[in-house]
T-cell receptor, first 115, second 111 residues
Framework: GAGVSQSPSNKVTEKGKDVELRCDPI?????LYWYRQSLGQGLEFLIY????????KSGLPSDRFSAERTGGSVSTLTIQRTQQEDSAVYLC?????????????FGAGSRLTVL | TQLLEQSPQFLSIQEGENLTVYCNSS?????LQWYRQEPGEGPVLLVT?????EVKKLKRLTFQFGDARKDSSLHITAAQPGDTGLYLC???????????FGDGTTLTVKP
């Protein structure tokens, strides 16, 4: 597609439920990133996929968080047993890394609210 | 862990004023990006700087990368209400892969 697409745009769930957030990156982009952003704050790195390499999971805050990227394209971020502190906007970005400089194209984000 | 500190965190000015936002780190980066984010949207790239001492201009915006590639600044001349938004700097090292983001500067330009 022309840009990075994320779904759902908004998700309200109850504490303890599992949620899945989806990201469709730009076609041909080999790198995919997930970040988390609290209201008006900077971006907290969660996980990074680059081609067929093992993902960099160093930013995942707990083992309730996991992500996968199928076929080198679509990615799903899963949060199990959600907690209120998981409420945030989850941003996905992709990059071609052709130029060497890491220029990210972001989706509009998925806003998660845990009641 | 590479950290980027942005200052100020919040800035509220009148239309027509000038402003500078700073992005500082103790780490060296191979490249640094500035993004602007509006409510309900993802960040959008403004500029990439890769060479120490580099200065780039984008209309009323001037970006500078420090000589040691540890810091950067964004200067806006004659700010307009359309400049309102969250400004984020991000540093990258080629081998690290992921970009490290600062906490952002929220700019409000009042008409």
């Amino acid at each position: 597609g022309a840009g990075v697409s994320q779904s759902p745009s908004n998700k309200v769930t109850e504490k303890g439920k599992d949620v899945e957030l989806r990201c469709d990156p730009i076609s041909g982009h080999t790198a995919l990133y997930w970040y988390r952003q609290s209201l008006g704050q900077g971006l907290e790195f969660l996980i990074y996929f680059q081609g067929n390499s093992a993902p960099d999971k160093s930013g995942l805050p707990s083992d309730r968080f996991s992500a996968e990227r199928t076929g080198g394209s679509v990615s799903t971020l899963t949060i199990q047993r959600t907690q209120q502190e998981d409420s945030a906007v989850y941003l996905c970005a992709s990059s071609s890394r052709r130029s060497g400089a890491n220029v990210l194209t972001f989706g509009a984000g998925s806003r998660l609210t845990v009641l | 862990t590479q950290l980027l500190e942005q200052s100020p965190q919040f800035l509220s000015i009148q239309e027509g004023e000038n402003l500078t936002v700073y992005c500082n780190s103790s780490s060296v980066f191979s490249s640094l990006q500035w993004y602007r984010q509006e409510p309900g949207e993802g960040p959008v790239l403004l500029v990439t700087v890769v060479t120490g001492g580099e200065v780039k201009k984008l209309k009323r915006l001037t970006f500078q990368f420090g000589d040691a590639r540890k810091d950067s600044s964004l200067h806006i001349t004659a700010a307009q209400p359309g400049d309102t938004g969250l400004y984020l700097c991000a540093g990258t090292n080629t081998n690290a892969g992921k970009s490290t983001f600062g906490d952002g500067t929220t700019l409000t330009v009042k008409p």
